[in-house]
């Protein structure tokens, strides 16, 4: 059965979040880079996810794209995406076509790492899951 890893909303965003905390990203981000090291080494491909919502247009707000902060965080491991899906849901296949390209992929199995594990990464899962 063929696997995916998705990086699920590693994104700059966060740090402009007042619950964001610098104190365990480190830790994080060796954590994160070292599975997705991994994963290209075996050759499983690897999925960025990036989360926008609110008003698209409001620098302000740092999950719009005009803020600029829609994208990978600083640390994390530069890798090629083998494809990159904006998200406006917790669920990474809600209305972003990544359902689409994991059957055209041949996906059969999904790692599922990123930020805030118990809300985006997590419903992620469990869509997955209900979707076989």
């Not at 499983?44 to 719009?64: C, Q």
């Not at 994390?76 to 059957?103: Q, Y």
Request: charged fraction near 15%; include cysteine.
């Amino acid at each position: 059965m063929k696997s995916c890893l998705l990086v699920i909303d590693v994104q700059e965003s966060f740090r402009h979040r007042p619950y964001f905390s610098e104190a365990a990203l480190p830790a994080y981000l060796a954590a994160q880079n070292a599975l997705i090291a991994g994963c290209v080494a075996a050759g499983v491909p690897v999925v960025r996810v990036l989360h926008s919502d609110g008003p698209e247009d409001v620098a302000g707000n740092p999950f719009a794209l005009a803020s600029g902060h829609v994208r990978a965080l600083d640390g994390l491991l530069g890798f090629e995406a083998a494809a990159t899906f904006i998200k406006h849901r917790h669920s990474a296949l809600v209305c972003t076509g990544l359902d689409v390209w994991l059957t055209q992929q041949g996906i059969g199995r999904l790692l599922v790492s990123g930020i805030r594990t118990e809300q985006c990464c997590e419903t992620t899962t469990r869509h997955a899951s209900d979707l076989g």
